[in-house]
T-cell receptor, first 112, second 119 residues
Framework: DGGITQSPKYLFRKEGQNVTLSCEQNLNHDAMYWYRQDPGQGLRLIYYSQIVNDFQKGDIAEGYSVSREKKESFPLTVTSAQKNPTAFYLCASTTTSTDTQYFGPGTRLTVL | GENVEQHPSTLSVQEGDSAVIKCTYS??????FPWYKQELGKGPQLIIDIRSNVGEKKDQRIAVTLNKTAKHFSLHITETQPEDSAVYFC??????????????????FGKGTSLLVTP
């Protein structure tokens, strides 16, 4: 998984609760990304960050929030405003915004 | 993001046969085209990539071809083995058009091809 770690691997949440997914990389990459994957679907971009203290919304940012206080960390918070949060969440990083992206192992979130 | 179409969605081949997965893209400014392999419950792993200054790239049993004029690229796996069974995603780099009128670069992914190699 190229030096990118995600935790936890499995996460269960009750409706109405916020939950934060961790993503850490030791590759000294500048850019980091969060994707959502649903069965039979491709990867849809939630948020991305090209540099510390800056991030941009992707295609499906509603109900999610992120922070980028450190270069190596890009946590994703799934808020109660996300209507259908059950999915597989993937974090990725790259040296530049147009270069090879390396993915973490993913976190499977299930809302009970 | 810009549209990346991938076909077929499922592909079943016998061990030893070849497998071909095709993708088309819409952004003429795209220059980078990676292919990822994803096994069940794991993150995608890069298996090969190609940039727009070359038309073909090969790595052992895996090859990728790119036709920039037609805006399509393909993954070719020869002498398939059962361990090649996985979901394969193509991607193209491009501008992500955001609701707030900003934009940035990101990878746009196809919806994936589930490859099954039967012994």
């Amino acid at each position: 998984d190229g030096g990118i770690t995600q935790s936890p691997k499995y996460l269960f949440r009750k409706e109405g609760q916020n939950v934060t997914l961790s993503c850490e990389q030791n590759l000294n990459h500048d850019a980091m990304y969060w994707y959502r994957q649903d069965p039979g679907q491709g990867l849809r971009l939630i948020y991305y960050s090209q540099i510390v203290n800056d991030f941009q919304k992707g295609d499906i940012a509603e109900g999610y929030s992120v922070s980028r206080e450190k270069k190596e960390s890009f946590p994703l918070t799934v808020t109660s405003a996300q209507k259908n949060p059950t999915a597989f969440y993937l974090c990725a990083s790259t040296t530049t915004s147009t270069d090879t992206q390396y993915f973490g192992p993913g976190t499977r979130l299930t809302v009970l | 993001g810009e549209n990346v179409e991938q076909h077929p969605s499922t592909l079943s081949v016998q061990e030893g046969d070849s497998a071909v997965i095709k993708c088309t893209y819409s952004d003429s400014a795209s220059n980078y085209f990676p292919w990822y392999k994803q096994e069940l419950g794991k993150g995608p792993q890069l298996i090969i990539d190609i940039r727009s200054n070359v038309g073909e790239k090969k790595d052992q049993r895996i090859a990728v071809t790119l036709n920039k004029t037609a805006k399509h690229f393909s993954l070719h796996i020869t002498e398939t083995q059962p361990e090649d069974s996985a979901v394969y995603f193509c991607a193209a780099d491009g501008i992500v058009r955001l609701p707030n009128s900003n934009s940035g670069y990101a990878l746009n992914f196809g919806k994936g091809t589930s490859l099954l190699v039967t012994p």
